[in-house]
């Protein structure tokens, strides 16, 4: 069984937030609609599987703003064909994921 | 904008959720965890506050969003893999599986409010009150089934019997009841004066009706009137009439093993047949009973043949469950005997060889497994036989009835199956549940060459050999090869 057969409708929902910018859970969040006792397990488990991938962002560029430094999460190239499949599987996933204001 | 250092409340409450369900994460995560978490709430509070939209409303919604950081600490408990391995070994040892079978049985014990039928049963057959209280009907020469008794028989019996204390018929039915405002169909016992005489019941509250009148239960009164006393004198709609409620029952009143819980006290019955409750005088037998009441039924011009006055006594029809259990449970284990073909003869040879401390050990075990699974079954039945749901099956008061020893014979047949499966899955040393199925051979060479699966014992103590096809003349099929201590580091290592 493929992996993508494995992915279920909210993690594909989260893959498509991710790839359409949302880099932190409380965006993710926001975006979904959906509660954070569900996106961070859900990104955990996406990270494992080498769907995602997670960085601090500079340590440097955070203090010169007075403030912690954030974790962001991008799409990995496995991420990103799985997504492919995912959207053929779901036809509606990229009607449900609002496009972030850039 | 610079941002405001004002601490709120909120804020408090986010860290201190974070800080206990930090404690859960591994050590060696738990600090970029509680960094993650600890930075998005703040860049979310600050971006709030600079919006001017920072509120009650949304620091609540913080604090409901701080609630998934526990979801999110166990998920990183539960993919450790040492504590995957951990859990694995914990659902294979025999102690698991006796355990689940006792948090069943707790389990069962809450949600039922702590066995109710099961107390009921220890209350009324061990009270020496009920000695002398019994059951009386009618069951007919010809045709099955049991009937009740008319009653003016039952008339003529309180009045001319010498060999009776007291007697009352009763009638158990489901009328609509409205009362304080609730529309309900509680089961009701319609009655006379005397049958709380017969019982020799007081009441909690209020005076026993003498002609006509209502008395409830506890559990009524506390569920429709909130245990309030002003409840006596309340009116209350059975059917078409309006009643009022004359007394409350005490707690530990019990009749009949369905436990009514509403008793409607009228000048006569006007039912055809009716049930009865006596109590005899002290050393009064069945048939001196019998002959008596079938003499004075006479002159009340209904005729009985000797024997159909059936009578049940109190104590003797609350123990009915526990016989009913056990004729089913030997009936299911000689069953289960013949069709499972439990290899006697090897267990024997073994016992006779030096291992017999595991031989105890396993029988040990299947016994321990098999009683507390079989006291699961007695009491799960027994609730479920005094449930309303069971009326639908027919069940009958006084006795269990049919219901319940079906019941019994499903329930103890699927218990005794299911112990001796699951034991021929254990390893033979050390009870874990085997694992790692491995196939071999080819089904469809059976002629010349073995076919079937492997199991091992993840401890490395042995490994089981289950054939594909098993010859009914064959009662050692499976066998089981144990393996020496030399095996041990090649099972640790794929652990």
């Known amino acids: 069984m493929s992996e993508s057969s494995k992915l279920s409708h909210t993690a594909a929902l989260i893959l498509q937030t991710i790839d359409q ?37 500079s340590e440097k560029k955070a203090l010169a703003e007075q403030r912690p430094a954030r974790k962001y999460y991008r799409i990995t190239r496995p991420g990103t064909e799985v997504l492919e499949q995912a959207q053929k599987r779901y036809p509606l996933l990229n009607r449900l994921v609002a496009k972030p204001r850039r | 904008m610079a941002p405001s250092s004002k601490r709120s409340l909120w804020l408090l409450l986010c860290r201190s959720m974070l800080r206990v369900a930090g404690c859960l994460v591994p050590p060696s995560q738990r600090e970029g965890w509680r960094q993650e978490w600890q ?59 006796l355990a ?16 109710p039928a099961f107390q009921n049963l220890l209350r009324t057959g061990t009270d020496g009150n009920n000695a002398r209280l019994l059951f009386i009907w009618f069951h007919p020469s010809a045709g099955g089934g049991d009937e009740g008794i008319p009653p003016d028989a039952v008339t003529a019996w309180a009045a001319r019997s010498k060999l009776l204390e007291s007697v009352a018929p009763f009638v158990v039915g489901h009328p609509h009841l409205k009362a304080a405002g609730v529309i309900a169909q509680p089961l009701l016992v319609r009655t006379q004066a005397s049958f709380f005489r017969v019982l020799g019941t007081k009441p909690l509250l209020g005076v026993l009706p003498t002609k006509r009148g209502v008395v409830l239960t506890h559990s009524v009164w506390k569920s429709l009137y909130r245990e309030d006393r002003r409840a006596l004198g309340a009116e209350i709609q059975l059917g078409r009439d ?57 002159s009340a011009c209904y005729y009985f043949f000797r024997a159909q006055l059936r009578f049940s006594f109190f104590r003797e029809a609350a123990w009915i469950p526990c016989w009913i259990f056990v004729i089913a449970a030997s009936a299911s284990g000689l069953l289960v005997l013949l ?16 291992q017999r401390l595991a031989v105890i050990r396993r029988v040990a075990f299947f016994l321990s497994k098999v009683l507390l699974a079989f006291l699961f079954v007695f009491a799960l039945a027994l609730e479920w036989s005094r449930s309303e749901s069971a009326i639908l099956f027919g069940s009958r008061d006084p006795a269990a009835g049919p219901f319940l020893l079906w019941a019994y014979i499903v329930g103890t047949m699927g218990v005794l199956f299911w112990s001796v499966a699951d034991q021929r899955a254990r390893c033979r040393v050390c009870l874990r549940l085997l694992c790692f199925p491995v196939r071999v051979g080819c089904p469809g060479c059976l002629l010349l060459n073995w076919s079937g699966t492997e199991l091992f014992c993840p401890e490395g103590h042995g490994l089981m050999h289950v054939p594909d096809l098993a010859p009914s003349w064959d009662e050692e099929a499976e066998r089981w090869i144990s393996l020496d201590d030399s095996w041990k580091s090649l099972f640790i290592e794929t652990r």
């Not at chain 1, 979904?32 to 961070?40: C, I």
């Not at chain 2, 950081?69 to 993919?79: R, S």
């Not at chain 2, 069709?339 to 060889?353: N, T």
């Open chain 2, 39 to 97: 930075s998005e709430i703040f860049h979310r509070h600050q971006f709030l506050l600079r919006a001017g939209c920072w509120s009650k409303r949304e620091a609540f919604l913080l604090c409901r969003r701080c609630c998934g950081a526990f979801p999110d600490a166990l998920w990183h408990v539960t993919a450790q893999e040492q504590l995957r391995v951990k859990l694995r070994e914990r659902i294979r040892s025999p102690l698991m599986c």
């Open chain 2, 339 to 354: 069709v499972s073909r439990v290899p006697l003869r090897r267990l024997l040879h073994v016992w006779r060889s030096n």
């Open chain 2, 100 to 115: 689940s079978i006792v948090a069943a049985i707790v389990l069962l014990g809450i949600l039922t409010r702590g066995l």
């Open chain 2, 242 to 298: 309006v009643y009022h409620v004359s007394a409350i029952l005490p707690d530990s009143f019990s009749f009949l093993s369905r436990q009514p819980s509403v008793y409607l006290v009228q000048d006569f019955l006007s039912d055809a047949q009716v049930m009865v409750v006596g109590r005899i005088k002290q050393g009064v037998t069945e048939k001196s009973l019998d002959r008596e009441l079938t003499r004075i039924a006479e």
């Open chain 1, 21 to 57: 910018g949302c880099s932190y859970g409380f965006d993710i969040m926001d975006a979904t609609g959906l509660p954070s006792g569900t996106v961070y397990p859900a990104l955990r488990r996406m990270e494992a599987d080498g769907l995602i991938a997670s960085q601090w962002e």
